[in-house]
């Protein structure tokens, strides 16, 4: 079992900056990848950006330049610098984990944190 708690959501003005964490609690020594989902009001999830446990990194084209992930293994904390933000960044913001577990990957999804961008 993995627990994921987000923090670091809020409202920015266009251009702003905002940097999420994202802590695991639990199994986090069977933590593989990591990344950040948004969702916004009517649109399905996304991927925003994810990490490998050796660092190696992918990010959706929209916010390539832009934001940054990072991960701290020995705290099994993630986080997502997001820099030059827009009004279309605005939605929910979901930390995800996958967890090895005998024979398979399991998805664990934190509460999520809101992220609003004002024009």
């Known amino acids: 079992q993995v627990q994921l708690v987000e923090s670091g959501g809020g409202l920015v003005q266009a251009g702003g900056s905002l940097r999420l964490s994202c802590a695991a609690s639990?199994?986090?020594?069977?933590?593989?990848?990591m990344g950040w989902y948004r969702q916004a009001p009517g649109k399905e999830r996304e991927l925003v950006a994810a990490?490998?446990?050796?660092?190696?990194?992918h990010y959706a084209d929209s916010v390539k330049g832009r934001f940054t992930i990072s991960r701290d293994n020995a705290k099994g904390t993630v986080y997502l610098q997001m820099n030059s933000l827009k009004p279309e960044d605005t939605a929910v913001y979901y930390c995800?984990?996958?967890?090895?577990?005998?024979?398979?990957?399991?998805?664990?999804w934190g509460q999520g944190t809101q992220v609003t961008v004002s024009s």
């Open positions: 995800a984990a996958d967890v090895a577990v005998p024979g398979t990957t399991r998805g664990y």
């Open positions: 990490i490998t446990s050796g660092g190696s990194t």
């Open positions: 639990g199994d986090t020594i069977c933590i593989s990848a």
